[in-house]
């Protein structure tokens, strides 16, 4: 790999075989009538200057339009135009989907982009990070994108809004410093999903030094998804895997005292979209029904130490990233007080991320009931839930 450094130095003593090549035709340069500071030369122009006292004409080798003073990873160009260019950045990190780490340095994503945008990613926004190469801390940059690999056309991003733009609206408001691009957690945004970007980076510190661009990078973005599982386990379940049929027993009922059965429902819940996910429950019978003798024990919200009926309770609720995931105020209570799972319309909130995304959401939920005297005996009481879930975009 050629390192950058040795590029300055065969550029220095290139440009020392330029200095050396000039013809003048005035017998000192620097001399009480005439001192030449700097100068530049127009492609339009001449490449004399002339005055009226003084002549002086510029030459370079033609060995400098050699192919091997190019690559991908650098060039030397002709003229002393070629020492005032800003060095040709490089794309430090482009993340749409990184899980576990990260290449950027921003410390709010160390664990990827699944630590900023949920489960599976970001699917319509990225971060980008800028290696400067040794350009001064004012040095701006322009940022280059396409879905071409072989960059045949290309877009650009809008310096203000960090959406992608047309080059008719290109200007040097679109040109950053490394912390302006930088400050945002998200640098492009309005990506589509499941498609794979391409970006890369000029380079400008003053007039008429763009850099070329630099080597570019690609990332993937998501698709917008939800991950949602149910297992069947006791307390100890936080990581059981089950599959169905989900079927709890409660056991026997006894007058006047509440049975909690031995198997939780436990939940897995995580989605990338903006606004998050719920988790709904709709009941069939509006509670425990028994066929046989036509008696059902209804669902209530409310503690059932003082009521006879049956409902959910949240045990355990957690997540890795984001959210948080919480469950609703009916069936967020201690002691013996449940939410009711009814036949409403919709369903019954029971859980949500707070409206933003999450990454691996966990939570479980005891099932209880109680029966009094007045309660029919039977041995097929029963009762059905439809768990759904829904995101917001």
């Known amino acids: 790999m050629k390192k950058h450094f040795n590029l300055k130095i065969l550029f220095t003593l290139l440009f020392v075989s330029l200095i050396f090549s000039v013809n003048t035709y005035a017998e000192d340069i620097d001399s009480n009538n005439l001192k030449i500071l700097d100068f530049s030369f127009s492609t339009t122009g001449s490449n004399n200057l002339e005055g009226t006292n003084s002549k002086l004409l510029l030459t370079g080798d033609t060995i400098l339009n050699d192919i091997r003073f190019n690559s991908e990873h650098y060039r030397i160009g002709v003229g002393a135009v070629n020492t005032w260019q800003a060095n040709v950045p490089l794309v430090h ?3 749409t989907t990184t899980s576990g780490s990260s290449g950027c340095n921003n410390p709010s994503i160390v664990n990827g982009m699944i630590q900023v945008c949920g489960q599976g990613g970001c699917f319509n926004k990225a971060r980008f990070e800028i290696d400067p190469q040794s350009n001064p801390t004012d040095t701006l940059y322009s940022v280059q994108i396409t879905t071409d690999s072989n960059w045949n056309s290309w877009q650009y991003i809008d310096g203000a809004t960090f959406l992608i733009e047309e080059e008719a609206t290109h200007d040097i408001n679109d040109y950053l410093t490394q912390s302006s691009w930088e400050n945002p957690i998200f640098n492009i945004l309005s990506l589509t999903p499941n498609t794979t970007y391409y970006i890369r980076i000029t380079a400008l510190h003053g007039d008429f ?13 998501a698709y917008p998804q939800i991950i949602f599982d149910i297992d069947l386990s006791d307390t100890a379940g936080s990581t059981a895997e089950t599959s169905s049929p989900y079927l709890i027993d409660l056991g026997t ?9 031995s198997d939780l429902i436990w939940f ?43 409902g959910l309770q949240n045990f355990n609720i957690s997540e890795t990233f984001l959210g948080p995931l919480i469950a609703t105020t009916n069936f967020n209570q ?22 933003e995304p999450i990454f691996e959401g966990r939570a479980a939920f005891y099932i209880k009931a109680k029966m009094d005297e007045s309660t029919l005996s039977a041995s097929d009481y029963s009762e059905t839930i439809i768990f759904t879930v829904q995101g917001k975009l």
């Open 209 to 221: 030094t763009e850099s070329i661009p630099g080597s570019a990078q690609s990332a993937t973005t």
């Open 268 to 310: 897995d819940l995580g989605t990338n979209m903006t606004s998050g996910a719920s988790i709904f429950g709709t009941s069939i019978n509006d509670g425990l029904y028994s066929a046989s003798v036509d008696y059902t024990i209804l669902a209530v919200n409310d503690n059932l130490d003082n009521v006879f009926g049956y």
């Open 253 to 261: 009922l006894t007058y006047n005292s509440v049975t909690t059965a």
């Open 93 to 95: 990190c482009f993340e």
């Open 334 to 355: 201690a002691g013996n007080t449940v939410g009711a799972v009814t036949s409403n319309p919709g369903g019954v909130e029971i859980l949500n991320t707070s409206g």
